[in-house]
Structures are given as structure tokens and as C-alpha cells.
């Protein structure tokens, strides 16, 4: 049974591109269907988590939006933070799914109970054992489909 839903953000909740203006404005694109999931989770009684190694307004915002029940910026050990969390929460991490798309997620992917990546993962990714290879890419409605196969177990 799943408790906790957790997701990075560039190449999953993003298709992994960022966008400069002149002015130094930085933009990111987020996928409204990917983020009414985190709605769905919330009304299935799923807590949700964005563990990201990017440190950013944008990602805060977002998060705010989505009323995220954790955040983790920053972040470079996905694994050791989930770690704590899962502890902290009194669950196991045969109860989390976490969906991610590059190197930096390998461990955390490794470790879970539900582990997915978009289409467009990095080729390593989708070596992972157990790792559920989604038909939509990064930003692009992954996470909406993880989301949806998870809600049918």
C-alpha cells in the first residue's frame, strides 16, 4: 500500500529545459494534468513529497501550488532524506513511490516500493530492476500516468 508519493522535478515534473530571459528571469514549464494528480493523491489520503537537487523560487511556488505536503530543495541525498522522512512518518519505503528521471535518483529508485521514469529517462534509469518505464515523457504527463496506475492498485 502506498502512503507517500514523491517526485523530482526537472525531467519528470518538467521536460528538463529551463528558460532564461535577458533580464536573468529564470522559467520552467509544469504540465497541469501532472500537477491535478497531486490533488488525486491528497483526496486518496497520500501524502506527497518533491525532492529536488535544484534550489529555486519557481520550484517553491510550485510546490506551494500543488500544497505539497513535504519539500526537500537542495537536495543531494535523495536516498538519506527519504530515509528520514520514512521514519520520521513511521512508514517503510516498500511504501513509497517515487518517480525520477536521471542519475541523481538511481538510489532513491533502487530503494522504493513503486519506482517509475518517464519515457525520456537517462538510459540508466530504465536498467533499474522493478523500474516501471512510462509511455510519457518528462513534463509531458508522466507523472499524471504514474499517478494513475498507482491509484488502480
Excluded at 505536503?69 to 535523495?78: A, E, I, V, W
Excluded at 519506482?115 to 512510462?134: E, F, S
Amino acid at each position: 500500500m502506498i502512503k507517500l508519493f514523491a517526485t523530482d522535478v526537472d525531467g519528470t515534473l518538467t521536460d528538463g529545459c529551463m528558460w532564461y530571459a535577458d533580464n536573468g528571469l529564470e522559467l520552467k514549464k509544469f504540465n497541469f494534468r501532472d500537477g491535478h494528480g497531486f490533488q488525486l493523491l491528497r483526496e486518496a489520503g497520500i501524502k506527497t513529497a518533491i525532492i529536488t537537487s535544484e534550489n529555486t523560487p519557481i520550484v517553491q511556488k510550485r510546490a506551494d501550488k500543488l500544497k505539497v505536503d513535504y519539500l526537500s530543495m537542495g537536495n543531494h541525498d535523495k536516498l538519506s532524506y527519504m530515509k528520514t522522512l520514512c521514519a520520521d512518518l513511521g512508514i517503510d519505503l516498500s511504501e513509497v513511490a517515487y518517480i525520477g528521471d536521471d542519475v541523481n535518483d538511481a538510489k532513491l529508485l533502487a530503494a522504493v516500493g513503486y519506482a517509475a521514469c518517464p519515457n525520456d529517462a537517462h538510459p540508466d534509469i530504465k536498467k533499474i530492476k522493478n523500474i516501471k518505464i512510462l509511455s510519457q515523457n518528462g513534463g509531458n504527463g508522466a507523472v499524471r500516468e504514474f499517478v494513475d496506475k498507482l491509484l488502480k492498485l
